[in-house]
């Protein structure tokens, strides 16, 4: 669900694992309150409503615990890229993109082209967090995979 391979271009992935070290430390220097209120204002998020967002639960998240996911588990930290390997991939897969988020629908093209028989489902007026964007369409496209 709105995700990828990684980064191709060495230099954007150098400048991705950056960018989310300083994501890291800002949140590590302002805490949990400022770094939410700051992630959620970005471009990719505006298409999510504030009831949908789950900020209380977000809340509870720790510093530690979303400064390492930062850094450990961030798009710069796929060294290197997977999407030579994607051929290998042999389970039945579904991709989902949101038709208004172009970065990930292009991505999710990529990723279902590179894994035999994958399907992928663009998800009409969806951003990049389909399942809480559009819960309802979501999940009947999850169901209809699910159940073939």
Not at 69 to 84: F, V
Not at 87 to 99: D, F, K, M
Not at 123 to 137: F, K, N, Q, T, Y
């Amino acid at each position: 669900v709105s995700t990828t391979a990684g980064i191709d271009d060495p230099i954007e992935l150098a400048g991705r694992r950056d960018a989310d070290e300083a994501l890291a430390r800002e949140l590590e220097h302002d805490g949990v309150e400022a770094f939410l209120d700051r992630w959620l204002a970005l471009p990719l998020f505006a298409r999510l409503h504030p009831s949908a967002a789950g900020t209380d639960d977000r809340r509870r998240n720790s510093v530690a615990g979303l400064a390492a996911s930062l850094r450990r588990c961030g798009t710069g930290t796929m060294d290197p890229p997977l999407w030579e390997r994607l051929g290998e991939v042999t389970a039945p897969t579904l991709v989902v993109a949101g038709a208004e988020d172009a970065k990930f629908h292009a991505l999710g093209e990529r990723l279902a082209s590179g894994i035999s028989g994958a399907e992928l489902v663009v998800v009409p007026a969806a951003g990049h967090v389909v399942h809480l964007e559009r819960p309802v369409e979501f999940t009947e496209a999850l169901d209809v995979f699910l159940s073939a």
